[in-house]
Structure formats: structure tokens, C-alpha cells
């Protein structure tokens, strides 16, 4: 079945750069997704990769994309407090496209 | 632009009694739409979706049920409810494998 992990906390020291990991079970995914939720919030879109690419770089942010290994992370360069929520990864199967299945989260706080 | 609405808020209910939660996304037609929960301290997980009108897919058995009585209207609703129903549930849309976009979110407290 489809299926998405990742780890449920992440520390860093502003100003270094945040890796957040995350991997899934099906291969055949089409789309993959990082969604940012500030407290109390609804989930915002950040970034979206297509199976078909293995990175995509937006200002900050960075997407890797293994498919071998089934593996996705999000890199925040220059990791500032504002970047301080739960990251969301997601996936679209292609089973079921309609169908989105997220991760549960991986909280990113900020030390001074 | 396409919008995504979903009230009330908030809601504090005693156990027992009815729910009734109300999401509309305006500026499409015939999106796939979607309930989330994401339970105190944990991530997200899917409850309904819906590729059309009168079209729910239940991902997991529970006392909640939904409806799309509107194709731009998705409803999830219980007859009792229970402490366990507790929780911030988010409607979403999307148009086929296109991203998928979040409702505020509605926090429900039942106790």
C-alpha cells in the first residue's frame, strides 16, 4: 500500500541549512510534495517535484529526489525563525491520483 | 482565482451530539475534494475523498460520515460524537494529479 515517512523532529542553529528527509513506498508516484503548516494554520504548498526529475531548486529551498531509494528531502538553506513549522511530505500514486497521501510531519524549531 | 472556504473555525461539542463541518471551494469546477484530520501532535490522515458529485471514497471506518451534495460542496458530518473525534480537520482540493490546496482548518473539541 502507499505510504510516507519521515522523522517527526528536526533541530538547527539559525543560519545553518535544514535537511528534511522523507521516504515512500510507491514507485510509481507521480507527483511529490513539501507542504509548510505554521501553527494553528492550514497546510501551505511550499514546493512540488515530478517523478520524472531529481532535483529542483526554488531561492531557499531544494528537492532531492532519489527514485531508487524512494527518497525525497527538502533542503532550507539559511534556516531563519519564520522557517519554524511542521513540514509535510506527499505523494500522488499513480494507482490513484486523486489521492493524496501525506507523512506525519517533521517539526522544524530554530536554536539562536 | 480559486478559493477554499471551510466553517466553522472552531467547535467545541459535548459528546454525543452531532457534527457538522462545511467546506466550498469557488473558482473551479469538478475538483477532487478532501478531509483531512490531523489529530494533537500527530500528521495528516485521510478521511474522504471525492471525485464527483455523490462520489465518497471512506479511507478509514469511523462515525463520521461525508456528503457532496453540491459539486463544489463537501460536507462531513457524525450522529454522535465521540472524545476521539477530537481534532484540526482541513478540506482540500485539487484538480486530477495537480497540488492540492487547504482549507484554514476547523478545530473541533469534543468533550
Known amino acids: 500500500g502507499e505510504d510516507v515517512e519521515q522523522s517527526l523532529f528536526l533541530s538547527v542553529r539559525e543560519g545553518d541549512s535544514s535537511v528534511i528527509n522523507c521516504t515512500y513506498t510507491d514507485s510509481s508516484s507521480t507527483y511529490l510534495y513539501w507542504y509548510k503548516q505554521e501553527p494553528g494554520a492550514g497546510l501551505q504548498l511550499l514546493t512540488y517535484i515530478f517523478s520524472n526529475m531529481d532535483m529542483k531548486q526554488d531561492q531557499r529551498l531544494t528537492v532531492l529526489l532519489n527514485k531508487k531509494d524512494k527518497h525525497l528531502s527538502l533542503r532550507i538553506a539559511d534556516t531563519q525563525t519564520g522557517d519554524s513549522a511542521i513540514y509535510f511530505c506527499?505523494?500522488?500514486?499513480?494507482?490513484?491520483?486523486?489521492?493524496?497521501?501525506f507523512g506525519s510531519g517533521t517539526r522544524l524549531s530554530i536554536r539562536p | 482565482s480559486q478559493t477554499i472556504h471551510q466553517w466553522p473555525a472552531t467547535l467545541v461539542q459535548p459528546v454525543g451530539s452531532p457534527l457538522s463541518l462545511e467546506c466550498t471551494v469557488e473558482?473551479?469546477?469538478?475538483?477532487?475534494l478532501y478531509w483531512y484530520r490531523q489529530a494533537a501532535g500527530r500528521g495528516l490522515q485521510l478521511l474522504f475523498y471525492s471525485v464527483g458529485i455523490g462520489q465518497i471514497s471512506s479511507e478509514v471506518p469511523q462515525n463520521l460520515s461525508a456528503s457532496r451534495p453540491q459539486d463544489r460542496q463537501f460536507i462531513l458530518s457524525s450522529k454522535k460524537l465521540l472524545l476521539s473525534d477530537s481534532g484540526f480537520y482541513l478540506c482540500?482540493?485539487?484538480?486530477?494529479?495537480?497540488?492540492?490546496?487547504f482549507g484554514e482548518g476547523s478545530w473541533l473539541t469534543v468533550v
Open positions: 506527499a505523494e500522488a500514486p499513480y494507482s490513484s491520483a486523486s489521492k493524496i497521501i
Open positions: 473558482g473551479t469546477s469538478n475538483p477532487n
Open positions: 482540500a482540493w485539487n484538480r486530477g494529479e495537480n497540488t492540492i490546496y
